[in-house]
């Protein structure tokens, strides 16, 4: 698999999470071009307070951002399958958020939740 730059990796992860330059640039307190020259490798240096403020707004490991791939915070890519999820996700409510993350841990720790159950027993 061809390695991309860092600066491909903030693009991709900024177009997933459907952000506009704008967004991100207001996010992480820079200009918009700012957040244009990092996408397109023309600043490849960045100061450690934009790192932090840049890996919250993408919601990344500030490592991903540092150009070091550890496994552990490797970028991972979402597929249009979890794209969908994380849109309906986005917009229930809280009390079925917390639903849907007990039906979730159910299945992590291999126990399949019983469909029609109330929250409380999940």
Known sequence: MEKI????????????????????????????????????????????DKIASLAKALRVSPLLIMGIDDG??????????????LNDYRDIDAEDRVIVRGVLKRFK???????????AAV
């Not at 992860?13 to 990092?38: D, F, P």
């Not at 552990?72 to 999820?85: F, G, I, R, T």
């Not at 720790?109 to 929250?119: D, K």
């Open 5 to 48: 730059s860092v600066g491909e990796l903030l693009k991709k992860r900024r177009n997933e999470l459907s952000l506009t330059q704008r967004e991100i640039a207001n996010q992480v307190g820079v200009t918009e071009a700012t957040v244009s020259r990092w996408e397109s490798g023309d600043i490849d240096n960045m100061r450690r």
């Open 72 to 85: 552990e915070h490797a970028y991972k890519p979402v597929n249009s399958d979890e794209l969908e999820l």
């Open 109 to 119: 720790i291999g126990r399949r939740p019983v469909l029609g159950q109330h929250a």
